[in-house]
C-alpha cells in the first residue's frame, strides 16, 4: 500500500515535494504512527538536496499509534505520541518505541511535533555542565533551538544572554527568560560559562574569546556560511581547560521527550510555533525559514492517509 510523503527532489525549489511512497515496514522493536503534524528545522531544509533523490525527509511528527511494536514494547494502538526518528515527513512513520513518548492529554499534537529535534537538542546541551547561577550564552536565540534553551536556561537559574542577528530577531526573547539580548557579542563584556552556538563561523571563534576557563562551547549548528578560522595560540588558555564539544546525541530520546512534554503541560515550555500550515506549502515554509522569516518553529499538518 501507497502513502504520501514528503521526498527530496533536487529538481524542485527547495528540494522537496510531496510524492507517493510506499508504506513504512517497521523492526520488531519499532511502532507505526498515524502522522498528525510534523516539524521543519532548519538543517534538514538546508541540506534535504544532499539526500538521494526520493528519501522520505524529516524527524519530528506527532500523530496517533496504529500499529503496536511487535517485540510488546512501546504504547499501544491509539496512544498520543511524539516521535523522533528519520522518515518523519510521511503519513505514517516506523519508528522506534525508545524515541517516543506519550503526549499528554492538555497538551496540542501539533505543539508536540515543534519539540523533538531542536529540544532534546537545547536540552542535552544544557545539560552537559551545571548552570544553576551561571552565565550561559545562546546564540541564534530566535530560532527553535534558542527559544527553547534560553526558557529552560531560565529555569535552570542561569543568567542567560540571548544573542541575535538584528534587534527584529530580539523581539519576545526577555518574555521567554533571557536575562540580556544583545545582537552580535561585541557588547558582551564578562566571561561566560557555556555557550550554545547554532551560528558557527566567525561567530564562534569570537564567543570562544568570552569563554570562562573551565567553560565549553556546545557546537549544535552552522547557520554560517562562512568557516571558523581561529588565529595563532588562540585556543590556548591557561587554568582549567576550555572546550569545544559538538553534538549529536539523539539515542533513545524517549524519556527526554516525555520532560519537555511535561513542561509544556505545566506551562514552564511554551513551544514557540510561529508558522503553522499544511504540508501542502512545504516550499513556501521552508523559504520562510531559510530566509529567517520564522521566529521559532514551522509545524505543517498532514492530510490523513487513505483507509484501508
Given at each position: ?8 527532489d ?11 511512497v510506499?508504506?513504512?515496514?517497521p523492526?520488531?522493536?519499532q511502532?507505526v504512527?498515524?502522522?498528525?503534524h ?11 538536496g ?16 496504529v500499529?503496536?511494536?511487535a ?5 499501544a494502538v ?6 523522533f ?20 492529554a492538555?497538551?496540542?499534537?501539533a ?8 529540544g532534546?537538542?537545547?536540552l ?20 527553535g533551538?534558542?527559544?527553547?534553551a ?8 542561569a ?6 542577528g538584528?534587534?527584529?530577531r530580539?523581539k ?9 539580548v ?12 557555556l ?7 566567525r561567530q ?7 569563554l ?11 547557520a ?5 578560522v581561529?588565529a ?5 588558555s591557561?587554568?582549567?581547560?576550555k572546550?569545544i564539544?559538538?553534538?549529536g ?8 521527550l ?23 506549502g512545504?516550499?513556501?515554509a ?8 520564522i521566529a521559532?518553529?514551522?509545524v ?5 492517509a487513505?483507509a484501508?
Amino acid at each position: 500500500m501507497d502513502m504520501r510523503a514528503l521526498v527530496v527532489d533536487p529538481d524542485v525549489p527547495g528540494s522537496l515535494r510531496l510524492g507517493t511512497v510506499a508504506e513504512p515496514r517497521p523492526a520488531p522493536g519499532q511502532l507505526v504512527l498515524e502522522v498528525r503534524h510534523i516539524s521543519l528545522n532548519r538543517g534538514e531544509v538546508a541540506f534535504a538536496g544532499r539526500l538521494p533523490a526520493g528519501t522520505v525527509h524529516g524527524y519530528d511528527a506527532a500523530g496517533v499509534v496504529v500499529h503496536a511494536a511487535a517485540d510488546g514494547t512501546g504504547p499501544a494502538v491509539g496512544t498520543r505520541v511524539v516521535a523522533f526518528g528519520a522518515g518523519a515527513w510521511a503519513q505514517r512513520m516506523a519508528v522506534d518505541t525508545t524515541a517516543v513518548a506519550e503526549v499528554p492529554a492538555q497538551v496540542d499534537l501539533a505543539d508536540a511535533a515543534a519539540l523533538p529535534m531542536a529540544g532534546i537538542s537545547a536540552l542535552r546541551t544544557l545539560r552537559s555542565r551545571p548552570i544553576l547561577g551561571r552565565r550561559v550564552l545562546i546564540t541564534g536565540a530566535a530560532g527553535g533551538v534558542g527559544r527553547y534553551a534560553i526558557q529552560m536556561a531560565a529555569l535552570g537559574g542561569a543568567h542567560v544572554i540571548a544573542s541575535v542577528g538584528s534587534a527584529a530577531r530580539g523581539k519576545g526573547l526577555t518574555e521567554l527568560g533571557a536575562d540580556e539580548v544583545v545582537v552580535g557579542l561585541a557588547s558582551i563584556d564578562r566571561p561566560v560559562d557555556l555557550i550554545l552556538d547554532t551560528v558557527g563561523g566567525r561567530q564562534l571563534t569570537t564567543a570562544w574569546q568570552l569563554l570562562a576557563p573551565g567553560g565549553d562551547v556546545q557546537s549544535i549548528g552552522w547557520a554560517s556560511d562562512e568557516p571558523a578560522v581561529f588565529a595563532p595560540h588562540s585556543l590556548f588558555s591557561l587554568g582549567p581547560a576550555k572546550t569545544i564539544s559538538t553534538f549529536g546525541d539523539v539515542h533513545e530520546v524517549g524519556p527526554d521527550l516525555a520532560t519537555l512534554l511535561g513542561f509544556v503541560a505545566t506551562g514552564r515550555l511554551s513551544p514557540e510555533v510561529d508558522r503553522r500550515g499544511s504540508w501542502t506549502g512545504i516550499t513556501e515554509a521552508a523559504q520562510a525559514l531559510m530566509d529567517r522569516r520564522i521566529a521559532g518553529k514551522a509545524v505543517l499538518d498532514v492530510e490523513p492517509a487513505a483507509a484501508g
